[in-house]
């Protein structure tokens, strides 16, 4: 009898919640930023969230447990990280990276709050994991070339604001073309070397940034010739 208990407890509740269980323990450990000394944490906690979050989509596809709950809950826990991110990178340099860093978090609300409605358009904007990954790319490289990072920071806060809300979809970004289980596995894996490898930083983060740029403009330029063309025929 206990057995089957287990069993059905397992089945009904705990086997379902798998992906939710990831996507919150991807939000957990951020509490470390706000320990005395957390901010040298802020590197390998964006890369974790980052693997966590792209751990919950592919165990709710692999086993099946796909739910609105569970998609509604890691739209939240993404936006509540990557709040939590950005403000303790901006907050670290303050002034005016504290500023723009406080716009994106804005945007990245507003993007989290759009995907939460179910009649609103999907696919728009970047999503806000790639503004993760170029905080990480600019922290890492501005450490390997002995740069302040404050210009590059508030450059891609304020490119990440727009991109975030933008209503046309940028789609060659490389985590975005990553479809399969092992390719998503591979963009967490060139993460990790970026940070451990410091040889092939910079051509991974060229990768990153250069499909973001590539995107953003040829989408927006065909955004505009759309919407051209739809102003004529009215």
């Not at 509740?13 to 005395?36: D, E, K, M, Q, T």
């Not at 390997?144 to 940028?170: C, E, N, Q, R, W």
């Not at 990153?208 to 989408?219: E, P, R």
Request: net charge positive; with cysteine.
């Amino acid at each position: 009898m206990g057995n089957l208990q287990g069993n059905l407890t397992y089945r009904r509740f705990i086997y379902p919640n798998w992906a939710n269980a990831v996507s919150i323990l991807g939000v957990l450990p951020l509490a470390l930023l706000f320990i005395g000394d957390g901010y040298r944490y802020l590197i390998p906690l964006i890369i974790f969230n980052n693997v966590m979050d792209d751990l919950d989509g592919i165990l709710a596809a692999k086993l099946d447990i796909r739910s609105q709950f569970g998609a509604d809950l890691d739209n939240v826990c993404d936006a509540v990280a990557h709040v939590v991110l950005v403000l303790a990178l901006s907050a670290h340099f303050g002034g005016l990276i504290l500023m723009m860093g406080m716009i994106a978090a804005v945007s990245i609300i507003l993007r989290v709050t759009s995907r939460l409605n179910s009649n609103a358009a999907s696919g728009c904007g970047s999503p806000t994991n790639e503004l993760m990954r170029h905080m990480l790319f600019v922290l890492l490289l501005t450490k390997i070339f002995k740069v302040d990072p404050g210009f590059y920071l508030a450059l891609i806060f304020v490119l990440h604001s727009l991109t975030m809300i933008v209503p046309f979809k940028l789609t060659v970004l490389v985590r975005g073309l990553a479809k399969t289980a092992v390719a998503v596995a591979f963009v967490n894996v060139a993460l990790v070397a970026a940070w451990l490898m410091p040889t092939v930083t910079l051509p991974i983060a060229v990768a990153f940034f250069a499909t973001y740029l590539y995107s953003f403009v040829v989408g927006g330029g065909q955004w505009l010739r759309d919407r051209g063309t739809k102003s004529l025929r009215q």
